[in-house]
Nanobody, 126 residues
Framework: QLQLVESGGGLVQPGGSLRLSCVVS????????VGWFRQPPGKERGGVSC????????VNADFVQGRFTISRDNARNTVTLQMHNLKPEDTAVYFC???????????????????WGQGTQVTVSS
């Protein structure tokens, strides 16, 4: 059974940074595209950043604006989202999710990722 566990969320001031980590178990990392998604209060879940199984390609949502970087270490079964210059509108529950895609990634849609972690809360507030 594929499992994903997020960590690293918390309370941060505007302009601050957080690093979110997702540890994947029960699957071959080389066969799994992984994405970070977020759900603000009262809004639907949307893509933040997705990365291909090898790490060779990634896509970011427009609101990232160069502030976030997704990376993966397949040997350690870990996918990371490094976030800088956080804004209050970044407040949301952040999820990592995986899909059985071994090729390149050109989209970051939650509907294409069937395996989900439990989420970690990110709150950006002064």
């Amino acid at each position: 059974q594929l499992q994903l566990v997020e960590s690293g969320g918390g309370l941060v001031q505007p302009g601050g940074s957080l690093r979110l980590s997702c540890v994947v178990s029960g699957g071959a990392m080389g066969d799994l595209a992984v994405g970070w998604f977020r759900q603000p209060p009262g809004k639907e879940r949307g893509g933040v950043s997705c990365i291909s199984a090898t790490g060779g390609t990634s896509v970011n949502a427009d609101f990232v604006q160069g502030r976030f970087t997704i990376s993966r270490d397949n040997a350690r079964n870990t996918v990371t989202l490094q976030m800088h210059n956080l804004k209050p509108e970044d407040t949301a529950v952040y999820f990592c999710a995986a899909g059985a895609y071994s090729g390149w990634v050109d989209r970051c849609s939650p509907h294409e990722y069937p395996y989900w972690g439990q989420g970690t809360q990110v709150t950006v507030s002064s």
